[in-house]
Nanobody, 120 residues
Framework: VQLQASGGGLVQPGESLRLSCAASGIIARVNAMYWYRQAPGKQRELVAG???????NYADSVEGRFTISRDNRKKTVYLQMNSLKPEGTAVYYC???????????????WGQGTQVTVSS
């Protein structure tokens, strides 16, 4: 199983960016999916999560500005980030709780990270 994150880049404060993370490999079921971020010198923090039936939760710092969504057919999770702030500069990682077969318990898999830089 692999998770491939994409969509990072350099934007100015107030602008938007959309991240994508696609799961591939032998997959029976993708359960919850998450976006985390890690800024320089800081611990990795949870940004948003979405369950298999699309219930969502957000960190207080992004509530109302970020939207997490998923396309189950494509096994892909998205993070729409609006009104970006300089403190949003970080490497963004996706995580998926994935079941490879009906005979195995779900495991967590991480994507490789994508850099988001918010600067004027």
């Amino acid at each position: 199983v692999q998770l491939q994150a994409s969509g990072g880049g350099l934007v100015q404060p107030g602008e938007s960016l959309r991240l994508s993370c696609a799961a591939s490999g032998i997959i029976a079921r993708v359960n919850a999916m998450y976006w985390y971020r890690q800024a320089p010198g800081k611990q990795r923090e949870l940004v948003a999560g979405i369950t298999s039936d699309s219930n969502t939760n957000y960190a207080d710092s992004v509530e109302g500005r970020f939207t997490i969504s998923r396309d189950n057919r494509k096994k892909t999770v998205y993070l729409q980030m609006n009104s970006l702030k300089p403190e949003g500069t970080a490497v963004y990682y996706c995580k998926g709780r994935i079941q490879e077969s009906q005979y195995r318990l779900p495991q967590d898999y991480w994507g490789q990270g994508t850099q988001v830089t918010v600067s004027s």
